[in-house]
C-alpha cells in the first residue's frame, strides 16, 4: 500500500480565478457524449434506424447479465468486484477530459457503479506515484471475465467545462494506470477507460489516504441528459463539486454493494395508480434492488411489477387503437406498428414515485423506442432479479445525487427539453 499523500488538492479555474477545495463553492461541469451521438468519435454516419435500437437490447442483456452476476455468489475469483461496466462498445456516455501536461486526450465511459477512474496507459508511461511500482499495483475484474489491471498514479487532470474556452485543472489526482485488459477485444481504440462516479471513504481498493475522485471533488454530483434518440443534441452535461445545482424534489439514496439504490413507492399511467401490491416495492427494498446505472438505456423492472404495468400499457394501446406487433424480438414483450410520434401521440405519461413524493414523469419517447421505420416496442423490461432505473426514462431531467445528505434531487429541465413533434 502506497505512503500517504500530503499535497492539499488544489483546483484552478483558468481564466476565472483560483479557489480551494475547502472553499466549497466550485463545480466542474462537462459535456456528456452519448455514444451514437454526431460529436461521438465512435458516431456512425451510416447506421440504420434498426442498428442502434439491436445495440441497446443487446447491451440491455449484457448489463444485466454482469448485474446479476455481481448478486449471485458465482466464482469471479478476483481482487475487487466492479460489476456495472466492461463492455466499453455497449456504454451509454463518455467524457472527455485529458491527463498529464502537456495534456493527453481521454475518452472514458461515465459510469454510476464504479468508483475508479482508470485509464489505459502506454508501456513505461511516466504517469504514476514516485515509490516502486510493487507497492502500488492494482487489479479490477469485471463478471464474465474481463479485468484491468496496472499501478496506482497521480497526474494532473484537465477538464474542458461546456462553456468554451474554460478549463479546469486538477494537480496530483489520482488514478489507476491500466497497462493490461482483458476481453477488451472488439472495443473502439477511442475509449481509453472508466470515469467512476460511485462514492467512498477509500479503503482496500485504494492507497493509503486516497479516495474515490467524485468524493475528493466535493459532495455532490448530477447530469442532465437531453433526447437520446436526437443524434445532434448538444446539451447533455456531467457536474461535480460542491455548487453543484441539486433542485427538485428528493428521496433517500442508499449506498450498497457498491451501487446506488433508490426506493419505488408506486407506478402510474396517466395519473392512475396501477395496482401493484405494496410489498412487491417493500420487497425489492429489503433486497437492495431498485438502482440508479448510468450504463443502462432501458428501465428494468421486477417482474410482479412489470406484469402490471404490461397489462395496463395493453389497455391503453388498445383504445389508442395502436396495432400490436407479433413476436417481439427479446427480451422485448410490446411491440406496435408505426412511429412513435404518430400512433404514440395520445399516449398518458407514466409516473415512477420514489419514497418522499419525488416522481419522474415519463412521456412517450421514454415509455416506447423505435426499433424499426416501422415497428416501436416498449422500452421497459422485465427482470427476475436486479431493477434498475435507466437512462431512458431521466431523459429531460436534471438528476443530483447529493452524497452528504444521500438523497436523490430529479426535477425537469422544462425548456431545455427537446421537444418531439
Known sequence: MAPTTTSPLIITLFLLFSISLKSHCFKITTQLIHRDSYFSPLYNATATTADRPARIIEATLARYVQLISSYDDRPLAVDIVAPGIWGIRFNIFYVNFSIGDPPVPQLAVM?????????KCPPCSPWGWPWSPKHCK?????????????????????????????????????????SKQSGSEGLDPH???????MAGAGGDDFPDGQFPLVTRLG????????????????HSHLSFGDAVDLIGGSTPLYLEEGRYFVHLSDISLGGKMLDIKKEVFTKMALRKKIEM?????????YTEAFEVLKEEIERLAFWELMTPVLSPPSPLELCYKGMVEKEARGFPAMGIRFVGGVELVVDRFGVFFQVKDDVFCLAIVRSKGVSVIGMMVQQG?????????????????????????
Open 111 to 119: 459510469d454510476t457503479s464504479s468508483d475508479l477512474l482508470w485509464v
Open 138 to 178: 492494482y487489479k479490477i475484474d469485471y463478471a464474465g471475465g474481463h479485468s484491468s489491471e496496472g499501478v496506482y498514479a497521480t497526474e494532473q487532470l484537465t477538464f474542458q467545462t461546456s462553456n468554451n474556452g474554460f478549463v479546469t485543472t486538477i494537480p496530483k489526482a489520482f488514478f489507476d494506470c491500466s
Open 191 to 197: 475509449v481509453n477507460g472508466v470515469l467512476g462516479l
Open 219 to 234: 459532495t455532490s454530483f448530477s447530469y442532465c441528459v437531453g433526447s437520446l434518440s436526437d443524434r445532434y443534441y448538444p
Open 293 to 301: 446505472d448510468s450504463g443502462s438505456e432501458l428501465f428494468l423492472l
Open 397 to 421: 431531467y436534471n438528476v443530483g445525487y447529493d452524497l452528504k445528505a444521500m438523497t436523490v434531487d430529479q426535477a425537469s429541465f422544462g425548456d431545455r427539453k427537446v421537444h418531439h413533434a
